[in-house]
């Protein structure tokens, strides 16, 4: 069941179901990661636009592609071109668009610090 448009686009089971195998069987040069790109470039321009992050983590099976990352910043740049021009986006994206520290385990470990900050005591 997919959650959310996002979701929709760029899930694991979204990938596997749109090519016919998993997205990690696929090769690293596989046209696919293309289109993924893009999907998720135009997802986090509405949250770039809109929100203005300091910086944006990306995690889950999908993000673990870290062929992504650069295909991401750059399908970001070539869609704000220009019209959004601070540091951060144009010199130093990599900075900006980056892999969740703790991989798979950073939404169970995200979540454990918010119970702890949460509990009382």
């Known amino acids: 069941m997919v959650t959310n448009v996002f ?6 089971s979204v990938i596997a179901e749109r090519r016919g195998t998993p997205g990690e069987l696929l090769p690293k040069n596989h046209q696919a990661w293309l289109l993924e790109a893009h999907y998720i470039a135009l997802g986090l321009l509405n949250y ?3 929100l203005s992050p300091q910086k944006i983590i990306l995690g889950g099976s999908v993000m673990q592609q870290i062929q992504l990352f650069p295909l991401i910043r750059d399908e970001v740049q070539q869609l704000l071109n220009g019209h959004i021009n601070i540091p951060v986006i144009t010199n130093t994206i990599d900075t900006y668009i980056v892999p969740a520290s703790f991989g798979n385990n950073t939404g169970l470990l995200g979540a454990l610090a918010l119970a702890q900050y949460a509990s009382p005591g």
């Open 7 to 12: 979701e929709g686009l760029v899930s694991g």
């Open 48 to 50: 770039i636009t809109v």
